[in-house]
């Protein structure tokens, strides 16, 4: 993992393991708003955004508008950003499309971090003003990375590719019972037509109606549903059932159940991210960069 940090000396972690994998680490904050930047790291790409976001809300200031407050959720799966009232999630930044993450070290206010956005792959600018805690907030954030990048190793991270083949196959076994049960129905409607077709050209009386859970050779329609129970064995005893499909649709190929990158099961914040294992390692593998800079360059703020 490429981990930098541009302090003088690394900071140790300020919270138990236990703390951002089972539960969260809350901060309170101000929202100064987010801004697409054009690189998903840089002191001065982050400056920039600071500067534009400073003047925009100082605007909106002068126009009567407060600043909205926000909570800050974090945990190894993410950083929520959530109504203090409603507890309504605004935002939800998954730790591997978080690249940049820096604090102002003049004030103690101002943090920041870049996160790629999920739907249009963009990078935005987060800009946050805290009650002068944003080394804190960002010492957080890297020690969650930090935990979130171990466990997805450690729970088979390293299998994504494999993963994503037995995910493909499950998709296409899908499709084949999808394309079989369309097959069925056409085969039952085919039946149909040609008992009409039976009875309407035959004399009254003549025609034995056939049952209908046979096909028009007298048989049993084959069906993946249904258990192959009918023929016995060599020495006269019947095969064990087929276990139905729709007792296995929650399960992969060997049986387990659907994977979990942190736990490899059901965990308290389950994320969407069974499909999505390749672009988790390419997020990571990217890693996350800590900084401590200079935001305090605005003249309109009054604490510069």
């Given at each position: 993992?490429?981990?930098?940090?541009s302090r003088?000396?690394?900071?140790?972690?300020?919270?138990?393991?236990?703390?951002?994998?089972?539960?969260?680490?809350?901060?309170?904050?101000?929202?100064?708003?987010?801004?697409?930047?054009?690189?998903?790291?840089?002191?001065?790409?982050?400056?920039?955004?600071?500067?534009?976001?400073?003047?925009?809300?100082?605007?909106?200031?002068?126009?009567?508008?407060?600043?909205?407050?926000?909570?800050?959720?974090?945990?190894?799966?993410?950083?929520?950003?959530?109504?203090?009232?409603?507890?309504?999630?605004?935002?939800?930044?998954?730790?591997?499309?978080?690249?940049?993450?820096?604090?102002?070290?003049?004030?103690?206010?101002?943090?920041?971090?870049?996160?790629?956005?999920?739907?249009?792959?963009?990078?935005?600018?987060?800009?946050?003003?805290?009650?002068?805690?944003?080394?804190?907030?960002?010492?957080?954030?890297?020690?969650?990375?930090?935990?979130?990048?171990?466990?997805?190793?450690?729970?088979?991270?390293?299998?994504?590719?494999?993963?994503?083949?037995?995910?493909?196959?499950?998709?296409?076994?899908?499709?084949?019972?999808?394309?079989?049960?369309?097959?069925?129905?056409?085969?039952?409607?085919?039946?149909?037509?040609?008992?009409?077709t039976q009875?309407?050209?035959?004399?009254?009386?003549?025609?034995?109606?056939?049952?209908?859970?046979?096909?028009?050779?007298?048989?049993?329609?084959?069906?993946?549903?249904?258990?192959?129970?009918?023929?016995?064995?060599?020495?006269?005893?019947?095969?064990?059932?087929?276990?139905?499909?729709?007792?296995?649709?929650?399960?992969?190929?060997?049986?387990?159940?659907?994977?979990?990158?942190?736990?490899?099961?059901?965990?308290?914040?389950?994320?969407?991210?069974?499909?999505?294992?390749?672009?988790?390692?390419?997020?990571?593998?990217?890693?996350?960069?800590?900084?401590?800079?200079?935001f305090c360059?605005?003249?309109?703020?009054?604490?510069?």
């Amino acid at each position: 993992m490429n981990r930098a940090f541009s302090r003088k000396k690394d900071k140790t972690w300020m919270h138990t393991p236990e703390a951002l994998s089972k539960h969260y680490i809350p901060y309170s904050a101000k929202f100064l708003g987010s801004t697409e930047v054009e690189q998903p790291k840089g002191t001065e790409v982050v400056r920039d955004a600071v500067r534009k976001l400073k003047f925009a809300r100082h605007i909106k200031k002068s126009e009567g508008q407060k600043t909205p407050k926000v909570e800050l959720q974090i945990s190894i799966y993410g950083v929520k950003i959530l109504d203090p009232k409603t507890k309504e999630v605004q935002h939800n930044c998954q730790l591997h499309r978080i690249s940049f993450c820096a604090d102002d070290k003049t004030d103690k206010r101002i943090f920041t971090f870049i996160c790629k956005d999920s739907e249009s792959n963009k990078h935005l600018c987060y800009v946050f003003d805290s009650e002068k805690c944003a080394e804190e907030i960002t010492l957080t954030i890297g020690q969650a990375f930090d935990l979130a990048y171990r466990k997805f190793l450690e729970s088979g991270g390293k299998d994504v590719e494999t993963r994503k083949q037995i995910a493909g196959l499950q998709k296409r076994i899908q499709e084949l019972e999808t394309e079989n049960m369309e097959l069925k129905n056409k085969v039952q409607d085919l039946e149909n037509q040609l008992r009409i077709t039976q009875v309407n050209s035959s004399p009254a009386g003549s025609v034995t109606p056939k049952s209908p859970s046979t096909d028009i050779f007298d048989m049993v329609p084959f069906s993946p549903m249904s258990p192959q129970s009918s023929t016995p064995t060599r020495n006269g005893t019947q095969p064990p059932p087929v276990p139905s499909r729709s007792a296995e649709i929650k399960r992969d190929l060997f049986g387990a159940e659907p994977f979990d990158p942190f736990s490899c099961g059901a965990g308290d914040f389950p994320p969407d991210i069974q499909s999505k294992l390749d672009e988790m390692q390419e997020g990571f593998k990217m890693g996350l960069t800590l900084e401590g800079t200079v935001f305090c360059l605005d003249p309109l703020d009054s604490r510069c």
